[in-house]
Structures are given as structure tokens and as C-alpha cells.
């Protein structure tokens, strides 16, 4: 089992969750829950997407389980409590969340969710309870007069109070508002509710004989007028303060746009003071902090419009992405990388956008960048050298490498480090990683001539005698009395001698030669093909003699004669 893997496996269930994907969002949870059974929190999430597909005693399997596995939660009481009140096990949820606020008092869910509890008990109490449950609220979001009126907050709350106490039905008949909503409710339309009450009167009376000739003509009747819907004082005096709040908003908008932030944040505390249930105004406040470094009161205000939008029984959940993402980047900005991955990956749950995809892959690379950078230490690096140089010296090739290898990742550029692992590497006949350390040794210190003597030896030991010496003779340029060099390349010269005047090429060198893009290009040269010729016809001619004499033209009959192509007699 791996953490890592649960990990992976939870963040692809929240992207689907995201998504609405709740069935795959299920399959990831599970195979998190199976790499760590542990974690308290893959419960909730797969028991949240049950719920969202209307399995409810799956749901209340896995709230139980989160709720065994950390007690201290308090959501996983939350999670409890809707499987519960969706399974109609009302007292039962009820209990649920009056457990959770006592771990978390001021939790808005759980307060929610114990006043759906107590607003279910009093309607199982009322005969007309049964009109005004949960299934209102799609009633009236499906009417297109209703719908709109779902985003007053008055009007919510006395649809709340109906459902907390039906027989406050009679009261609220005279409310315009709320009479479109009772007649979405008793299945009659917006307008059915008021067409029942239409004033009074005695209604229409039947006319008298009137002789056909002296009957007034009928004249068309005209459409009834809509109702006016009159607002309460209260009410004007809310949609007044809203219209200001707007103005007051758009001016501070314009104000941030000229880089005048105190003018903005004044403008925007405005909006706030006149309309406290508009978290937008605290959104563009938390960007005026932002833009001024202010961390500290930006990420108060985030966290503030985060829970005043998420209150809201139909919250706007593309603004709390919103506000997460800013949050983010607050957080980034104040160096704290885990958080504010944190507050991406939470804007992601909210809204699956770009940019907050973006911003959680940056902030991972850039903890990553610096979690790699505060590991380096050119003394510590030191350190784990010497430690492999011990286990070099007593023969133990492999613990020499771990150490070299730790050595690199606290200081990548310690090139005397890559050579001594190269030549670990070959003790343990490794040669493609030595040859690479080489390599990267000479990029990083092209001046290091221990590098060209290891390199060569290995070419030299695949019997790549060409490579070999044009290695050793790039070292000599360096350093023309190093010994090792010397000798390293008097070795190789020998070899080649050594199967020349044998007869005995291996095939293989040649084989492997004729695939090198530089001697194939020798092959091409017309010079040198008109000089092995006339050494083949007569290697005393002036032309062969002259050939050999011009420095180019020797060099690349040599290499021919190193790669094992070409035999001097």
C-alpha cells in the first residue's frame, strides 16, 4: 500500500467530483481508501459523491466510517447528518449534527443541516408540513418567476420560516412575493395562488331582456392588468442600498484600475457597508490588499468572502473558485507554497478551470524548485565525497556510488565528483553511466584533464580506439607532460599496432566503426581515396608520399587505421 498512490488516487476523484462525475470520482476514492484505509478523509469525500447520485445508505456507510476513523472531525458529522435526513432518519440526524457543533460551533453546515432537521420535525407536526419540505425548493427554482426571486435573501428566509412553521401560511398570503411562491408550491403557477383571492364582490350578474334592437353593442374586453407587486418599505429601502452598493463598486473599480488603492479600498468598503450579502465587494477589496502586498489582511478578506458566498443555500460556486484563487495566490505570494496548493486545489473542487489548474502546477513546481534548492550544500556535498572516496579505497564500488550520487544532488556542479563515480562505475563495468558522468564532468570543467584519461580508458576498454585517441590527445592539448595521458594513449596506439601487424582486426570494432557518422565521412573524402589508392598501387609514389605528409590527409587515414577499417603495413 502507498500514501503516495492514495494521494494521486484522491486528487483524480476530486477533479471528476468537480466535474459531476461522481461515478468515477467513486472509483478513485475507493482505490485511495484501499492504498491507505487510514485516512479519514477519502471516507468523506466518497460518501459526499455518493450522496450527490441520491445513494444514500452508501453515503451513510462511508459518513460512519469517517466519523469512527476521526471522531474530532466535525464534517464528517455533517456528512452523517444528510445520509441520515435524506433517509428520513430525522432525530437520528439531528443528534448527528448537534454532535458535530460541539466540536465546531460556528460551522455553517452543521447549522444548516440542524435547521433542516428541526423544520423537518415541525412539518411532520403540521398537516400542510408535507408542502413546504425539500422538494419546495425545486418547485420553485423550476418557475421562472420563483426562480429569480431565490436570490432575495428575504424572501429565503420566510420560505425557511414556512418550513421551520407552516402555520405561518396564513400571514404571509399578502406578501406579492410570497403568494407566487404558495401558488408554485399548491401546483396552481405564480398566479394561481392570487387568482383565488381576487378582491372581493358579489361577481358577474346576469343581464336583463333587452329587446335585441335596443341591445348596446358588446364591446371587447380588455386584458385584466398584471398584479403590481408592491415592495415593504424594507424592501425598497434593500434594493436601493444594492443599486448604490453597484455604483460604489464600479467606481472603486475604476479607481484600482488608476493604481489609487486607498481611494478603491474606501469605494469598496462602501459597497460592503451597503450591501453585507455581496461577496464580490469583498472579492475586489482582498485584490487592492493583494496588489499592495498587504498578505495578511488579503488573506482575511478571502477567507471572509469564501464563507459569506458558501452560507448561501444556492451559492455561486464559479465566485468561491473565484475567491480560492486569489486566496492562492495571496498565499504564494507570502511564501506559503502548501496552503496556498491548498486553495488551488479547493478552487478546482468549486470550478474545474485553467487557471486555477495552472496555478496549483505552478505552485507545486515552485515548492518543488525550492525544496530542491534548500537541500543543496556545497560542504555537505564535500562530506558524502569523502565518504565515498572510503568506500572506494576499501573496494565497496556500489556504496562509493550512493555516496557520490548524494554528494551530486547537494551540489550538482561538483565535477570532481562525477569523475571519481565515473570511475565507479567502470570498477563495476558500468560503461555507459561512467561514460556519461565523463561527459557531464567535461561540460561542467572542460580544463579537468583526469575526465579525458577516464573517458578514454573507457572507449578504449570497448575497443573504440579512434574515440580513445582523439579523448587522450584533447586531454594532451590540456596538459602535454601528463604522464597518465601519455601513457593511456602509448597504450592504445599499441593495441592498434598490435592488430595491424597480427592481421587479426575484430570484426566487431570495424562493424561498429563503419556506423560512426565521422568515419563515414572520411570514407566519402575523394583526397583521401586518391591517397590510399596510390599507396595501394605504389606506397613510394610521390602522390602517396605527399599524401601522407599533409597533416589532414594523415589524420584521417589514422583514424581509419584506430577504427580497425584500414591496415598499415
Known amino acids: 500500500m502507498s500514501r503516495e498512490l492514495a494521494l494521486a488516487a484522491k486528487g483524480r476523484g476530486n477533479a471528476a467530483f468537480s466535474k459531476g462525475d461522481f461515478e468515477t470520482a467513486i472509483t478513485e476514492f475507493t482505490e485511495a481508501i484501499k492504498q491507505d484505509a487510514t485516512d479519514h478523509v477519502f471516507y468523506s469525500n ?7 447520485l441520491s445513494k444514500y445508505d452508501e453515503a451513510l456507510t462511508d459518513a460512519t466510517k469517517c466519523v469512527e476513523t476521526k471522531p474530532s472531525w466535525a464534517k464528517g458529522y455533517s456528512r452523517k447528518g444528510l445520509a441520515l435526513l435524506k433517509l428520513k432518519k430525522v432525530d437520528e440526524a439531528k443528534a448527528a449534527y448537534e454532535e458535530g457543533l460541539k466540536l465546531d460551533a460556528n460551522n455553517a453546515a452543521l447549522k444548516e443541516g440542524l435547521a433542516d432537521c428541526e423544520r423537518a420535525l415541525n412539518a411532520k407536526s403540521n398537516p400542510m408540513g408535507e408542502l413546504f419540505g425539500e422538494a419546495m425548493w425545486g418547485k420553485l427554482a423550476a418557475d421562472p418567476t420563483t426562480r429569480e426571486y431565490l436570490n432575495d435573501p428575504a424572501f429565503v428566509q420566510k420560505l425557511k420560516q414556512l418550513q421551520a412553521n407552516p402555520q405561518l401560511f396564513g400571514s404571509f398570503a399578502s406578501d406579492p412575493k410570497m403568494s407566487a411562491a404558495l401558488g408554485v408550491i399548491l401546483g396552481m403557477g405564480s398566479g ?82 451597503l450591501d453585507p450579502t455581496n461577496s464580490v465587494y469583498l472579492n475586489n477589496t482582498a485584490a487592492v490588499y493583494l496588489e499592495q502586498k498587504n498578505y495578511d489582511k488579503c488573506e482575511s478578506v478571502c477567507r471572509g468572502a469564501i464563507e459569506l458566498e458558501t452560507k448561501k443555500p444556492r451559492y455561486n460556486y464559479t465566485l468561491v473558485a473565484k475567491s480560492y484563487v486569489r486566496l492562492g495566490n495571496c498565499l504564494d505570494r507570502a511564501g506559503k507554497l502548501e496552503e496556498a496548493a ?65 554528494a551530486l544532488k547537494r551540489n550538482p ?77 602509448s597504450a592504445t596506439m599499441g593495441k592498434i599496432n598490435q592488430e595491424n601487424a597480427s592481421g587479426e582486426v575484430d570484426p566487431e570494432r570495424a562493424k561498429e566503426a563503419m556506423k560512426d557518422p565521422e568515419i563515414q565521412a572520411i570514407l566519402r573524402d575523394p ?21 601522407l605528409k599533409d597533416p589532414t590527409i594523415r589524420s584521417k587515414i589514422e583514424k581509419l587505421v584506430a577504427a580497425g577499417i584500414l591496415r598499415m603495413g
Open 46 to 52: 466518497r460518501s459526499g459523491a455518493y450522496a450527490s
Open 192 to 273: 394561481g395562488f392570487q387568482s383565488m383571492n381576487p378582491g372581493g364582490g358579489d361577481g358577474p350578474q346576469p343581464m336583463e331582456d333587452v329587446p335585441a334592437e335596443k341591445a348596446a353593442p358588446k364591446k371587447k374586453a380588455k386584458p385584466e392588468p398584471e398584479p403590481v407587486q408592491e415592495m415593504t418599505e424594507e424592501e425598497k429601502k434593500a434594493e436601493s442600498d444594492k443599486k448604490e452598493a453597484e455604483g460604489e463598486k464600479l467606481k472603486g473599480n475604476a479607481a484600482y484600475k488608476k493604481r489609487n488603492f486607498e481611494e478603491a479600498l474606501q469605494l469598496y468598503g462602501n459597497a460592503c457597508r
Open 342 to 406: 491548498e486553495a488551488y486545489q479547493k478552487a478546482l473542487l468549486e470550478d474545474y478551470n485553467d487557471s486555477a489548474k495552472k496555478a496549483l502546477k505552478r505552485v507545486k513546481a515552485k515548492k518543488i524548485k525550492l525544496d530542491q534548492e534548500g537541500y543543496l550544500s556545497e560542504e555537505l556535498s564535500e562530506v558524502h565525497k569523502s565518504k565515498g572516496n572510503e568506500h572506494f579505497k576499501e573496494q565497496r564500488w556500489q556504496a562509493a556510488i550512493e555516496e557520490y550520487t548524494e
Open 413 to 489: 556542479k561538483n565535477y570532481k565528483v562525477l569523475s571519481n563515480r565515473a570511475f565507479a562505475f567502470s570498477k563495476l563495468m558500468s560503461w555507459g553511466q561512467g561514460m556519461e558522468d565523463c561527459d557531464k564532468c567535461i561540460a561542467i570543467e572542460p580544463t579537468f584533464v583526469k575526465a579525458y584519461i577516464r573517458k578514454g580508458k573507457i572507449q578504449h576498454f570497448l575497443k573504440n580506439y579512434m574515440k580513445a585517441l582523439e579523448t587522450f590527445d584533447k586531454g594532451l592539448k590540456l596538459d602535454p607532460t601528463c604522464t597518465d595521458l601519455i601513457q593511456a594513449r
Open 527 to 547: 583526397m583521401v581515396n586518391q591517397v590510399l589508392q596510390s599507396m595501394q598501387e605504389n606506397p613510394q609514389s610521390q602522390s602517396a608520399q605527399a599524401g
